[in-house]
C-alpha cells in the first residue's frame, strides 16, 4: 500500500489510512490486516507482540469476516487479508481482473468445534446427522429426533445457530457438512462473530453452533464427531487439528497481493517463525508446523 508516511498533524483525521506516529515524532509503518474473525484474536496478539520486534511498524487488525478481509485484499485496501476458507474461484477472477495477484500463506490450523449446551446429552454426533440439523430440507427438528432429550430445552426443539454468509467459518461448514451443492435450513440463527455462537449457546439449552476450537468455554460442551467411515469419534483439539483427524478440520490463511517484501515481508516470517506459531498455539489453534514453545 501506499501514502504510509504522511504528516502527523493527519494523525486523528487519517488513522484508519495507515498513520501512526512514535515517540519524537518518528514516523511508523502501518500494515493494514483485515478478515476472518475467527483469526481475529490471534491476529490482534501478533500485531501487539510485533511492536517489540519491529518498533518501526504498527499492525492495525480489524474483523468483519473472511468474505470482508478478501474483498478488501481485492480493493488494494489492505496489506493482508486473514481467511478462513479458501479464495473462491469467482474471488481469484476478480482480484486478476483488477490486476492484483493473490498469494496464499497458511499461519495455522482450526478445529471447527460443534457447540452444545453443557446439559445437553447429545455427547457425539456425526456428519450426516448435522447435516440433518442443519441442511435445508433436514429431518432433524428437535433432540427427541436424535433420541435425546435436554433437560431445560421445554419443547425439545432445536435451537440452530450459524454465523453470517461473509464468514469463511459458515462457508466451510457448509462445503464440509452440507456439500457443494447443501445450503442451510431456514430459520438459522446468524451471529456475526465466532464469540457471539458460543455466548448464545452457553445461555440457550436447545442449542447448538459451530464456531472455532479456540472459543470454548468451561461453560459449553463440544460434540465429539463420528468420523464418516463410521470408526469412532474424534473431539477437537489442537492435535486433532495439526493431524487432520478431527472432520472439521481447516486450514487458517492469510492472504497478499503477490509475494510479500519490506515491512509485509518480514512480519509474515515472523508469524511463521517459532515466536509466532507459539502465539497461536498459546491461543487455541494448531500451529502450522512442529514447533517447541516454552
Given at each position: ?139 432433524y427438528t428437535h433432540w427427541t429426533d436424535l433420541g435425546v432429550e435436554v433437560p431445560g430445552c421445554q419443547d425439545q426443539e432445536i435451537v440452530v445457530v450459524s454465523r453470517q454468509n461473509n464468514s469463511g467459518t459458515y462457508a466451510y461448514f457448509r462445503e464440509t457438512v452440507l456439500g457443494k451443492r447443501g445450503d442451510f435450513r431456514l430459520g438459522t440463527r446468524d451471529m456475526h462473530g465466532s464469540k457471539d455462537v458460543v455466548d ?95
Amino acid at each position: 500500500m501506499s501514502n504510509r508516511f504522511l504528516p502527523n498533524v493527519f494523525l486523528a483525521a487519517l488513522a484508519g489510512a495507515g498513520l501512526l506516529a512514535c515517540g519524537g515524532g518518528q514516523q511508523r509503518e502501518v500494515i493494514q490486516n483485515k478478515g476472518s474473525d475467527t483469526l481475529v484474536n490471534v491476529a490482534q496478539a501478533w500485531a501487539e507482540a510485533y511492536k517489540d520486534v519491529d518498533p518501526s511498524v504498527a499492525v492495525a487488525v480489524s474483523g468483519g469476516g473472511s468474505g470482508t478481509g478478501i474483498a478488501a485484499m481485492i480493493n488494494g485496501t489492505v496489506d493482508i487479508a486473514n481467511s478462513s476458507r479458501t479464495m473462491k474461484d469467482r474471488e481469484l477472477d476478480l482480484a486478476r481482473q483488477t490486476g492484483q495477484d493473490p498469494r496464499e500463506h497458511v499461519v495455522g490450523y482450526d478445529a471447527l468445534a460443534v457447540y452444545l449446551h453443557a446439559a445437553n446429552p447429545a455427547g457425539e454426533l456425526s456428519i450426516a446427522q448435522l447435516a440433518e440439523i442443519y441442511g435445508d430440507g433436514g429431518s432433524y427438528t428437535h433432540w427427541t429426533d436424535l433420541g435425546v432429550e435436554v433437560p431445560g430445552c421445554q419443547d425439545q426443539e432445536i435451537v440452530v445457530v450459524s454465523r453470517q454468509n461473509n464468514s469463511g467459518t459458515y462457508a466451510y461448514f457448509r462445503e464440509t457438512v452440507l456439500g457443494k451443492r447443501g445450503d442451510f435450513r431456514l430459520g438459522t440463527r446468524d451471529m456475526h462473530g465466532s464469540k457471539d455462537v458460543v455466548d448464545l449457546v452457553e445461555k440457550t439449552p436447545c442449542a447448538i453452533g459451530y464456531s472455532g476450537l479456540a472459543y470454548a468455554t468451561d461453560h459449553v460442551q463440544m460434540a465429539c464427531i463420528i468420523k464418516p467411515e463410521g470408526e469412532g469419534c474424534v473431539t477437537p483439539t489442537v492435535a486433532t487439528a495439526s493431524d487432520g483427524s478431527y472432520p472439521i478440520a481447516r486450514p487458517l490463511l492469510m492472504y497478499t497481493n503477490g509475494e510479500p517484501s519490506g515491512k509485509v515481508g518480514e512480519y509474515l516470517n515472523w508469524i511463521k517463525s517459532d515466536a509466532g506459531q507459539c502465539i497461536i498455539l498459546a491461543k487455541g489453534y494448531a500451529p502450522a508446523r512442529q514447533v517447541t514453545c516454552g
